[in-house]
Nanobody, 120 residues
Framework: QVQLVESGGGLVQAGGSLRLSCAAS????????MKWFRQPPGKEREFVAS????????YYADFVKGRFTISADNAKKMVYLQMNSLKAEDTAVYYC?????????????WGQGTQVTVSS
């Protein structure tokens, strides 16, 4: 059974930092891209960042470039999202996803999400 389990969310003041983690299990994710999405309150889900286990290009949404960093530890099957200089508009449920196909919004597996709240 494939599982993506996020952790690390919480309440932080604007300007602060959080590190989200995603533990992947249940299958071999070779060839998959791991992604972070978020869904702000009352808004549509949006892509945040993606990375491949095997290396290669890393992609970020424009609104997080320079502030967020995605990384992956293949041996531990962990994906991370380091979030710095947080803003109130970063408040959202953050989801980890795994995709075997192209396309920014594509995914095969989805985690349960972790809440990030940034107070201004």
């Amino acid at each position: 059974q494939v599982q993506l389990v996020e952790s690390g969310g919480g309440l932080v003041q604007a300007g602060g930092s959080l590190r989200l983690s995603c533990a992947a299990s249940g299958r071999t994710f070779s060839g998959y891209r791991m992604k972070w999405f978020r869904q702000p309150p009352g808004k549509e889900r949006e892509f945040v960042a993606s990375i491949a286990w095997s290396g290669g290009p890393i992609y970020y949404a424009d609104f997080v470039k320079g502030r967020f960093t995605i990384s992956a530890d293949n041996a531990k099957k962990m994906v991370y999202l380091q979030m710095n200089s947080l803003k109130a508009e970063d408040t959202a449920v953050y989801y980890c996803a795994a995709s075997s196909t192209g396309g920014v919004g594509s995914y095969d597996y989805w985690g349960q999400g972790t809440q990030v709240t940034v107070s201004s």
